[in-house]
């Protein structure tokens, strides 16, 4: 195998990097990381796939098979892969609008999303489309998260009150009906859920290193089989399937998957995002110097094959969780051998220990998930934007209140329309300002921030901070022509260039008539500072010859000295 045929198998096998010249030493943290995760792993999986409204099992199912791929395929080396509860809401919303939340035709569908979001990542990541995460700000992430947070935990109080509500994924809606028939609540599915809450908030508190969801998992599934509570209303998981399940293909139904094409876009995206995310986090937080970066591609195909695959054998769609990967990387884990012995540890609980879920309830499992996505709700983010950008603010609160009011699928849209509508804009009006030379030195300066710096008579220095494109060049001739209405005595503009890094054929031509608008009142038009690929563009499209040498200038300080020269010579 040649060195680059090799080097490319390697890039799309990560694991062919690092297991090779895996340590002997690493295995005791890995191990100890990989059992830490599963303990935290078993329980949530259960729970996701009941919010995802599938039977628990498959939950354990997608905690297996995806972990085996992620680890071959994925370029984080701590990544916890598995069933989260943004996903799991996603594939509620889709498959519950073709399909009644239990069914064998529910299962299938969610099963053939499944498979459906992995070839929309596999093709995303061939594509090499992982840019595409740098689309959505900060700011609409956390306005959509904190959303989300909400309306999957409101979802859960049909199973802490015991209460069949309404499938709806609006949280007015939910609240609405919840309060129209508080009561009917079951006295002791709520104490055992409450209990559950309480007994997360206060664990993670004081123990944090405790695994508190087995903890509750046990003792709730023992009071409920000791006190008989299943005849008095507490609704239980019930059986539980034992073994592994048999490889099979989706089922590839024309009209189901024409119905959930949206949500799988959603959930791909979403969990690259969720994937990327935490990857970058943990990197900068846990990983040893010299770590390899996470690669947004190939945490795509990572994602991608997990999901495929996780498809042939009964998951349903996974990414990266944000707890588990903490607690993965705070146990010590070093490579995604943790994740192999992660995944070995629900196999044997799959074969030897399902029978033991029957008798937990499943308020207990509601709690998990509440306690879980609470914490997703960022009011540190929103009092950072309040003191430091407003506009973003409000990027926000509409990406939160619109998921609130329309639902998930369609916050989504409403947090990447807003990203692009807000970048767009941001782009149409790039930062400019009017230079002044500072007294005694050849430095020039915004005059809007230092007042002492002296602007040059009948001279305008603008300095342009982006690219030039079809996008912004408009308000480049609205600003010049604004300079020019505030001082008519205007003779020459200087563009400081040096912040320009690139320049489309639209801006180059529209240059050229600014030019040619500038000469027409007197005005000449001159260049400082011009990077490389700018004077490429200008050459090729004969800007350069047309404006000469003596229009263009290595330094600002040049440019105006050489107008001041040349307008003191005789005609």
């Known amino acids: 195998m040649s060195a680059l045929t090799g080097g490319r198998l390697r890039s799309w096998l990560p694991i062919l990097t ?45 905690a297996t098979v995806p972990l085996l791929a992620y680890a071959v395929f994925g370029s984080s080396r701590q990544l916890a892969v598995g069933p989260v509860a943004m996903d799991s809401l996603l594939v509620a919303v889709g498959v519950g609008a073709i399909a009644t939340a239990g069914s064998p035709s529910y299962v299938a569908s969610a099963i053939l999303l499944a498979a459906m979001v992995g070839l929309t990542q596999l093709a995303m990541g061939l594509a090499r489309l992982g ?9 609409v992430i956390s306005g959509f998260t904190s959303a989300a947070a909400l309306i999957i935990g409101l979802s859960q109080l049909k199973h802490l009150l015991g209460i069949d509500l309404t499938g709806s994924s609006r949280v007015h809606e ?32 004081l123990r944090p290193e405790f695994p508190r969801a087995l903890a509750v998992v046990f003792v709730g599934t023992l009071l409920v089989w000791s006190l008989g509570l299943d005849a008095r209303g507490v609704a239980i998981v019930g059986e539980v399937p034992r073994g592994l399940p048999r490889p099979a293909l989706p089922v590839f139904d024309l009209a189901a ?28 937080k846990h990983a040893e110097p010299g770590a390899p970066r996470i690669d947004a591609n190939r945490e795509l195909t990572g994602l991608g094959a997990a999901n495929l695959l996780g498809s042939l054998f009964g998951g349903y769609a996974v990414a990266g969780g944000f707890s588990r990967t903490a607690v993965n990387a705070q146990a010590g884990a070093r490579t995604q051998v943790a994740g192999l012995i992660t995944a070995g540890v629900v196999v044997l609980t799959l074969v030897l220990l399902t029978p033991l879920f029957y008798y937990l309830p499943k308020a207990v499992l509601a709690a998990i998930i509440m306690t879980a ?27 939160f209140a619109g998921t609130l009011a329309l639902g998930i699928v369609e916050g989504i849209a409403i947090g990447v329309g807003a990203s ?6 941001r782009q149409a009006r790039p930062h400019a300002v009017v230079l002044g030379r500072m007294p005694g030195t050849t430095d020039y300066r915004d005059v809007s921030r230092c007042p002492e710096a002296v ?7 603008l300095r342009v901070d982006a690219q030039l494109y079809f996008g912004n060049v408009e308000f480049l001739e609205r600003t010049i022509e604004g300079l020019l209405d505030e001082a008519p005595d205007t003779r020459a503009i200087v563009i400081d260039a040096k912040a320009i890094n690139r320049l489309d054929s639209s801006a180059d031509t529209a240059l050229g008539n600014i030019d040619e608008t500038l000469a027409a009142r007197g005005v000449t038009l ?25 229009r263009q200038w290595a330094t600002v300080h040049e440019a105006v000295t050489g107008i001041s020269g040349q307008r003191e010579q005789p005609a």
């Open 526 to 550: 001159h260049f400082a500072g011009v990077k490389g690929p700018v004077r490429d563009m200008m050459a090729r499209s004969g800007l350069s010859e047309r404006l000469g040498e003596g």
């Open 257 to 284: 998957m024409r119905a959930l094409a949206p949500t799988a876009l959603a959930i791909a995206f979403v969990s690259f995002l969720e994937a990327v995310s935490v990857g970058k986090a943990v990197v900068a």
């Open 420 to 425: 692009v509508v807000w970048f767009a804009a």
């Open 455 to 461: 602007a040059t008579a009948g001279v305008i220095v």
């Open 174 to 205: 939910v609240v609405y009906e919840a309060g129209r028939r508080i009561a009917e609540t079951s006295l002791p599915t709520l104490g055992i859920g409450v209990a559950s809450v309480a007994s997360l908030v206060v664990l993670k508190r």
């Open 131 to 139: 840019f595409l995460v740098n689309f959505l700000s900060r700011p």
């Open 18 to 62: 690092w297991l090779p010249s895996y340590r002997r030493a690493d295995l005791p943290a890995d191990a100890r990381a990989g059992l830490t995760t599963a303990i935290m792993l078993i329980p949530q999986a259960m729970a996701y796939a009941m919010l995802a409204g599938l039977p628990p099992i498959h939950g354990l199912y997608a």
């Open 373 to 399: 996505v609470f914490g997703l709700i960022d009011l540190a983010m929103i009092r950072k934007l309040w003191t430091l950008e407003r506009t973003e603010l409000a990027l926000l609160i509409l990406t």
